[in-house]
């Protein structure tokens, strides 16, 4: 609400008596009248203004806003305001692609896959388009930056056929950069495709920018730097995320004439699940810990058996020799890149957060609402985790036993 602006000199010239003398006399009883200023409230007539007509109990409208005379100035400031769909951008008719071949293991962006999109928006600019090729369907691409989508259906156990398929598809979309993920299976890819293409490939790259890529050489003693070429994978954790407003990741509708595929020389793949309960702590997807908070164990074991997770605790039980030194997470324990944290009764001590900073989703019960853990969180439980753990251990038990009566 503007107000007018006060113009002390005039205020004075208009209260000023014309006595003729040569001092000035002002009549000090008219200021109210004087220019400038602003009306004094009337509360009661503003709230008798927001009273909802007809209701037997005194009902007021906080949301208008009522002057002294009666006058509804504005309706809007305490209207709920509705949250605003996050606007889509799209981009119609890029001028040219840059192809991102993520590793999406599970169907599901890594945290390096995300930050590759990142590159590949810094390469892409304005005018260009950025495209997910991946081996499988894949969520999550448009919110990491993507503005088209293919996604290859053959997931292929044989890398080679893999990289064929790849090369394939990169040949029709035609971008003009690809890149990919330096990790184990990414980086593998990239060179696959890169000698099936014929294509150099610029390796590890720790800047990704329209005007270069710089990577390190010689144990870091050489700072290698090129112009962007066709190939390049990028490092972990050298880039950040996309962090703009979600794109499309439009389908693209390429026409991929079934490939002649190379011979395979592997007879048969099996995936073999790994076991939650001894699978390194810095490898697990899910983690669920216990703290200070928690007294009894063999129900957390328990839980931490039937939500098929990998076990963790704080630095606390882990002194106390309750837990075994390996499930420690923190800054001197075991930093995690696990895709669910659940804390249960640890108050997140700044050397345990550094352990779980990297987990995508956090989960804690604490009895403390205040606690550094539970603001971290992303789901918080302000509850006795004793009381909490039984709970959903009778939850999964009735969800078992649903499904084996739907089975
Ligand atoms: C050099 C250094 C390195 C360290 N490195 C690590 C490390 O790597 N990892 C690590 O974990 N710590 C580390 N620490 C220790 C760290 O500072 C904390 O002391 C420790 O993390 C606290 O553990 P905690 O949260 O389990 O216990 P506490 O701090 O005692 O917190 C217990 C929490 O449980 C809650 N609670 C209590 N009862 C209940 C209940 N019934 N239900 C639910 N919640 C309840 C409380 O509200 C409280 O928030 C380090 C410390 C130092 C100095």
Redo the contacts with the bound molecule.
């Keep these: 609400m503007t107000r007018t602006r006060r113009d002390p000199r005039a205020e004075r010239a208009a209260i000023r008596i014309a006595s003729g003398t040569a001092r000035p006399r002002y009549d000090r009883t008219a200021k109210g009248k004087a220019a400038g200023g602003r009306p004094r409230r009337n509360p009661r007539a503003e709230r008798a203004g927001q009273r909802v007509p007809g209701a037997d109990r005194p009902r007021y409208d906080l949301g208008q806003i009522v002057r002294s005379e009666g006058l509804v100035v504005s309706e809007a400031r305490q209207r709920p305001v509705a949250e605003a769909a996050p606007t889509i951008l799209v981009v119609e008719d890029p001028a040219f692609l840059v192809a991102v071949v993520p590793d999406a293991a599970g169907g599901r962006l890594s945290a390096h896959d995300r930050q590759v999109l990142g590159a590949a928006r810094a390469l892409a600019g304005r005018e260009g388009g950025v495209v997910v090729v991946s081996l499988g369907p894949c969520g999550d691409c448009g919110p990491a930056g993507a503005d088209r989508h293919f996604v290859l259906d053959e997931a292929r156990a044989d890398p080679d056929q893999r990289a064929a398929r790849v090369a394939a598809a990169l040949a029709v979309i035609s971008p003009r950069h690809v890149l990919f993920p330096e990790s184990l299976d990414g980086g593998d890819l990239a060179r696959r495709v890169a000698v099936r293409m014929g294509a150099p490939l610029f390796d590890n790259a720790e800047v990704v920018a329209a005007t270069g890529l710089v990577r390190p050489a010689r144990g870091r003693r050489v700072e290698q730097r090129a112009a962007p070429g066709l190939l390049a994978s990028v490092a972990p954790d050298a880039v950040a995320d996309y962090a703009g407003a979600p794109r499309e990741a439009r389908p693209l509708p390429v026409d991929l004439a079934p490939a002649t595929l190379p011979a395979s020389a592997i007879l048969s793949a099996e995936r073999i699940p790994a076991d939650p309960a001894t699978v390194p702590l810095s490898l697990a997807e899910f983690v669920v810990s ?6 009894d164990l063999d129900t957390f074991r328990q839980l931490v058996a039937a939500l098929h997770a990998t076990p963790g ?6 002194d106390a020799g309750l837990m075994p030194r390996q499930s ?6 075991t930093v995690l890149a696990a895709t669910c944290y659940f804390a ?9 957060l ?2 779980v900073a990297g987990c995508e989703h956090v989960v804690a ?4 609402l205040h ?1 550094a ?1 539970i603001e971290r969180a992303g789901l918080a439980v302000v ?4 009381a ?1 753990m039984p709970a959903l251990l009778r939850l999964l038990a009735q969800e078992a036993q649903e499904a084996g009566d739907h089975s």
């Excluded at 420690?328 to 324990?333: D, I, R, T």
């Design positions: 216990a703290g200070n908070g928690i007294h605790a704080s630095r606390v039980l882990c420690q997470v923190g800054a001197s324990g249960l009764g640890i108050s997140g001590a700044p050397q345990h550094q352990g019960v604490n009895t403390d606690a853990m509850k006795d985790a004793q909490v």
